[in-house]
């Protein structure tokens, strides 16, 4: 059977506006960025004279949308730009940069009209901060949306009737696995003990995929006096919010506890096997996340990957990853933790290299994802309200 390429569409209540997008989540190549390259559909009738306008932002929200602090919005726009797409400035073919614009210009006919945005190379990917079963509004977020409307001019107040909002996503792809295997190494030396306690902990490599289980090696070679017990292994997602207040959220999305002991005098050497999924977090407040929980394609954020030149401020938030393995030393003066940690990376396996033909034929789909259980969503799908 011929494969079709999927086209995903939304329409304005009033039908004056529709917008037709090939694709919903965008690249980050670190250095290029997938331009949004679209058509909106106009029904001159429902227009009455008004022009049509395209509007690509991304924004850094903390907090409830209307939250405001002694004059301050806890929101900002990172990037924002708009451009008239009807009536035209240009002919059609000079503002038609890609082949599916071009496939789409012919299916949809002479009321279509082509957009096409590129992305700064200094903006954050999308990420969010998951939110508390009891909260309400807006969560901390850094989001990109694809917004097109109807008015006299592009900076009057928007008439939801007549406009298109669509949320997408900017993502990044793992870069060329190193042959870096991370590892840390360290001694403990305690009171009234003659010898040390060795410690090392190491990952096989230092780029694991969403989904993928992370195996980590332990070795203990214990020459203390001291007992080691309580031997735990934790997946640890370290969030900096650092636009506005440099918050730091430490979560612990995957754990292994043992029964694991190493008594005076004997050694360990074992593999641990964690799986840091959303699967086991979805319910936990302050878990970072790839775009929005409304929609089940999402998973634990990626880590960030800063370009050299750009500054780390106008990220939003940071994403990091680390293993950290602690287990308690016991011994005839009392008890003290030991803890050894290696940093790693969590991201998306980049995809095989679509071939350079597309499908001819072509589907349309609304431009929704499959929602989850328990969330209610208003007349605006792209704003639902958390139950």
Do not use: W
């Not at 195996?215 to 080691?228: L, M, Q």
């Not at 008890?335 to 095989?352: A, C, G, I, N």
């Amino acid at each position: 059977m011929t494969p079709k390429q999927v086209i995903f569409k939304k329409v304005s209540r009033d039908k004056s506006v529709a917008v037709y997008l090939a694709k919903r989540d965008f690249v980050d190549h670190c250095d290029f960025v997938d331009p949004v390259d679209g058509v909106v559909v106009i029904d001159p009738t429902q227009l009455k004279g008004r022009k049509v306008y395209v509007m690509l932002s991304c924004t850094f929200r903390y907090g409830r949308q209307d939250m405001d602090v002694m004059g301050v919005a806890f929101r900002r726009d990172l990037f924002l730009v708009t451009r008239q797409v009807y009536p035209e400035l240009q002919d059609k073919e000079k503002l038609t940069h890609t082949k599916i614009q071009q496939k789409l210009l012919r299916k949809l006919g002479d009321n279509a009209f082509p957009f096409f945005f590129e992305f700064p190379d200094n903006l954050p990917c999308s990420v969010s901060l998951q939110p508390g079963p009891l909260d309400e509004g807006k969560k901390c977020a850094v989001e990109f949306e694809v917004k097109a409307f109807c008015g006299e001019a592009q900076d009057e107040k928007i008439d939801k009737q007549s406009s298109v909002r669509l949320t997408i996503r900017k993502i990044q792809f793992s870069p060329e696995n190193t042959e870096l295997a991370p590892v840390a190494e360290m001694t403990f030396e305690f009171l009234m003990s003659e010898k040390p306690l060795q410690v090392k902990l190491s990952l096989p490599k230092e780029t694991f995929y969403h989904g993928e289980v992370l195996k980590a090696n332990v070795e203990i070679t214990n020459s203390s006096s001291r007992n080691i017990k309580d031997i735990s292994l934790s997946v640890e997602q370290v969030t900096n919010v650092v636009l506005y207040s440099n918050d730091k959220y430490v979560k612990s999305v995957a754990k292994e506890e043992t029964d694991d002991s190493v008594p005076s005098g004997t050694t360990l050497k074992k593999e641990y096997t964690l799986h840091p999924l959303l699967a086991y977090n979805k319910d936990r407040r302050g878990i970072a996340l790839d775009g929005r929980l409304k929609h089940e394609d999402t998973n634990l954020a990626s880590s960030s990957i800063v370009k050299q030149e750009v500054l780390k401020e106008i990220q939003g938030m940071l994403v990091s990853y680390k293993v950290v393995l602690k287990m308690i030393a016991s011994g005839m003066v009392g008890s003290s933790e030991v803890s050894l940690e290696v940093p790693f990376k969590l991201m998306h396996s980049k995809p095989e290299a679509a071939k350079e033909s597309e499908p001819d034929d072509m589907v349309f789909e609304d431009f929704k994802r499959d929602y989850l259980k328990g969330v209610v969503y208003g007349d605006d799908d792209e704003s639902p309200a958390e139950l």
